[in-house]
């Protein structure tokens, strides 16, 4: 259960397909835990873009009606959390623009690091923004390049951002996707039944569509796809990975496959490793759902201690309007999550959960299963302390209110009064995504940030 720290974008391409914006409607609502503030789609149809965009989630911004105006046989999608900008429809995603050389949709998922430096450097030379968007600085840096190729736009563009991006162009007639060269974020390549093309932010969304994986988009590569060719492999950059750690620890949904590995399978793992360097005698192993439930199985398969659900999470509350006094705080966490009474009474407990962000959620389901009857509750975190904030694609809270950067363990498990509290550790981490070398971002558990 997230404590405001949110990934939060998804990317979907279609390309090839002549229901290509129904495709691109049903790949986001498999993408829709990536973003819940708004939700967009541009098609193209060789003589036009069409955009439809709105704040709101995918079944409420789209309909058979307005899925009809977006004709063509390609499309991008886009779900969002805003991670730079505002709540704004303006800031919603695709970006479109009209330019000298027509007509073009832009969807990112990520967060350029020099954005401000590039922007002012924009305006400084005539350019006028409409939106506080990073991705905007891409429409204008296209806009002014003076290549005579889209293509060469693309390139001369992203050649002057830096930080995390995981991209999907639209023209008229050809469709681009473009990772940067940590690839941060994931970004893979399907095909679908009819022989087009789909890229999306998880592999989730091709199940969905009965899309076929490929392989993932390499960090640092341009795919482009054009009609009647097969997609044209260009790299831009050459690649260092540094993938996101935390698409397997908590963002990416279980049946996905990102960077190359089951999401499911590695939670697994992770909770496996930390039942190996962190045991406790006890008598129930329970997740904190839904994000501690894959780590929670490992666990319990790895100590030999019962499984159990022994929180029950209603999926069909959303805000509440109530003012925020802690009497209220406390009565919503109790409506999005129940004890199994009968389950807990009398017994000790191992609740697990993928991370702690400000402690707050953590000490009143704590409180909530000792008033269950629950003798011992002692809480396992199957990633490290969250220390530090992302500033490649996540929305985390600043230092000073991430809890692990201001008190030590001991102090968070007098904070969450918790009879014990462990982590998992980065190495025994690294282990369970199979990690052999330095190919994983971790700045958030260590502060040691890439670019």
Same mark, same amino acid.
């Given at each position: 259960?997230?404590?405001?720290?949110?990934?939060?974008?998804?990317?979907?391409? %279609?390309?090839?397909?002549?229901?290509?914006?129904?495709?691109?409607?049903?790949?986001?609502?498999?993408?829709?835990?990536?973003?819940?503030?708004?939700?967009?789609?541009?098609?193209?149809?060789?003589?036009?873009?069409?955009?439809?965009?709105?704040?709101?989630?995918?079944?409420?911004?789209?309909?058979?009606?307005?899925?009809?105006?977006?004709?063509?046989?390609?499309?991008?999608?886009?779900?969002?959390?805003?991670?730079?900008?505002?709540?704004?429809?303006? $800031?919603?995603?695709?970006?479109?623009?009209?330019?000298?050389?027509?007509?073009?949709?832009?969807?990112?998922?990520?967060?350029?690091?020099?954005?401000?430096?590039?922007?002012?450097?924009?305006?400084?030379?005539? &350019?006028?923004?409409?939106?506080?968007? $990073?991705?905007?600085?891409?429409?204008?840096?296209?806009?002014?390049?003076?290549?005579?190729?889209?293509?060469?736009?693309?390139?001369?563009?992203?050649? +002057?951002?830096?930080?995390?991006?995981?991209?999907?162009?639209?023209?008229?007639?050809?469709?681009? &996707?473009?990772?940067?060269?940590?690839?941060? +974020?994931?970004?893979?390549?399907?095909?679908?039944?009819?022989?087009?093309?789909?890229?999306?932010? !998880?592999?989730?969304?091709?199940?969905?569509?009965?899309?076929?994986? %490929?392989? @993932?988009?390499?960090?640092?590569?341009?795919?482009?796809?054009?009609?009647?060719?097969?997609?044209?492999?260009?790299?831009?950059?050459?690649?260092?990975?540094?993938?996101?750690?935390?698409?397997?620890?908590?963002?990416?949904?279980?049946?996905?496959?990102?960077?190359?590995?089951?999401?499911? !399978?590695?939670?697994?793992?992770?909770?496996?490793?930390?039942?190996?360097?962190?045991?406790?005698?006890?008598?129930?192993?329970?997740?904190?759902?839904?994000?501690?439930?894959?780590?929670?199985?490992?666990?319990?398969?790895?100590?030999? %201690?019962?499984?159990?659900?022994?929180?029950?999470?209603?999926?069909? #509350?959303?805000?509440?309007? %109530?003012?925020?006094?802690?009497?209220?705080?406390?009565?919503?966490?109790?409506?999005?999550?129940?004890?199994?009474?009968?389950?807990?009474?009398?017994?000790?407990?191992?609740?697990?959960?993928?991370?702690?962000? +400000?402690?707050?959620?953590?000490?009143?389901? #704590?409180?909530?299963?000792? !008033?269950?009857?629950?003798? !011992?509750?002692?809480?396992?975190?199957?990633?490290?302390?969250?220390?530090?904030?992302?500033?490649?694609?996540?929305?985390?809270?600043?230092?000073?209110?991430?809890?692990?950067?201001?008190?030590?363990?001991?102090?968070?498990?007098?904070?969450?009064?918790?009879?014990?509290?462990?982590?998992?550790?980065?190495?025994?981490?690294?282990?369970?995504?199979?990690?052999? @070398?330095?190919?994983?971002?971790?700045?958030?558990?260590?502060?040691?940030? #890439?670019?």
């Amino acid at each position: 259960m997230r404590e405001n720290m949110n990934e939060k974008c998804a990317v979907v391409g %279609i390309f090839g397909h002549e229901e290509a914006s129904k495709l691109a409607y049903f790949s986001l609502h498999a993408l829709q835990h990536r973003g819940q503030e708004a939700a967009g789609i541009s098609s193209a149809d060789g003589h036009k873009v069409h955009t439809i965009k709105d704040r709101g989630l995918v079944m409420k911004v789209f309909n058979e009606e307005n899925l009809k105006t977006l004709q063509g046989s390609a499309a991008v999608g886009h779900t969002r959390y805003s991670t730079a900008g505002d709540d704004s429809i303006l $800031d919603a995603q695709p970006v479109f623009a009209r330019y000298d050389l027509g007509e073009m949709a832009i969807v990112h998922n990520g967060n350029l690091t020099n954005a401000e430096e590039v922007r002012n450097g924009l305006i400084e030379k005539g &350019a006028i923004f409409q939106t506080f968007m $990073d991705t905007e600085n891409l429409i204008h840096l296209i806009a002014k390049s003076t290549k005579d190729k889209l293509l060469d736009r693309i390139i001369d563009a992203v050649e +002057r951002i830096e930080g995390a991006f995981s991209l999907v162009f639209l023209s008229r007639t050809k469709m681009f &996707a473009m990772r940067d060269r940590h690839g941060f +974020r994931p970004l893979s390549l399907g095909r679908l039944p009819n022989g087009g093309y789909i890229v999306a932010s !998880e592999t989730c969304a091709f199940d969905l569509v009965g899309a076929t994986f %490929i392989r @993932d988009v390499e960090p640092g590569e341009l795919i482009v796809f054009e009609e009647g060719k097969a997609p044209q492999s260009i790299k831009v950059f050459e690649a260092t990975p540094k993938h996101c750690i935390f698409e397997y620890v908590y963002f990416a949904r279980p049946d996905s496959s990102v960077f190359g590995q089951s999401v499911y !399978e590695t939670r697994k793992n992770m909770g496996k490793e930390l039942a190996r360097i962190e045991p406790v005698e006890a008598d129930l192993v329970i997740p904190v759902p839904d994000g501690g439930v894959p780590a929670a199985i490992g666990y319990a398969q790895e100590s030999g %201690i019962p499984y159990e659900m022994g929180i029950m999470r209603n999926h069909y #509350i959303g805000r509440t309007f %109530i003012e925020p006094t802690q009497e209220m705080r406390d009565l919503k966490v109790k409506m999005k999550l129940s004890p199994m009474t009968d389950i807990i009474k009398g017994k000790r407990v191992i609740v697990v959960d993928d991370s702690i962000v +400000r402690g707050t959620t953590s000490k009143r389901i #704590i409180r909530m299963l000792k !008033e269950a009857g629950a003798s !011992e509750v002692h809480m396992r975190i199957s990633s490290p302390p969250t220390t530090d904030p992302c500033y490649y694609g996540v929305d985390t809270p600043d230092k000073d209110k991430l809890i692990a950067s201001n008190m030590s363990t001991k102090e968070i498990c007098e904070f969450i009064e918790a009879d014990s509290l462990a982590y998992l550790d980065e190495a025994s981490l690294l282990r369970s995504v199979n990690a052999t @070398d330095e190919s994983y971002c971790t700045a958030c558990f260590t502060g040691k940030y #890439i670019v």
